[in-house]
């Protein structure tokens, strides 16, 4: 089975979703307040790179 764009797109935006909620789940979990904030910007971070996605999905559809 080929994979084209599209679904490579829509895989990696699963799998970036995934991580945003785990880095905010790890933030949670942190008793440091330096780690917790490393954990919640790194998931802002990837939020970023979610939307990103996204728009690129719409505008290719």
């Known amino acids: 089975m080929e994979i084209n764009t599209q679904d490579r ?4 935006l699963l799998d970036t ?7 905010m789940h790890f933030s ?7 780690m917790k904030e490393f954990f919640r910007q790194y998931a802002l ?3 970023e790179h979610a939307r990103k996605l996204q728009e690129y999905i719409e505008f290719n559809q």
């Open 9 to 12: 797109l829509k895989k990696t």
């Open 17 to 23: 979703q995934e991580r945003v909620r785990d880095f």
């Open 28 to 34: 949670d979990e942190m008793n440091n307040n330096e």
């Open 45 to 47: 971070t990837e939020a």
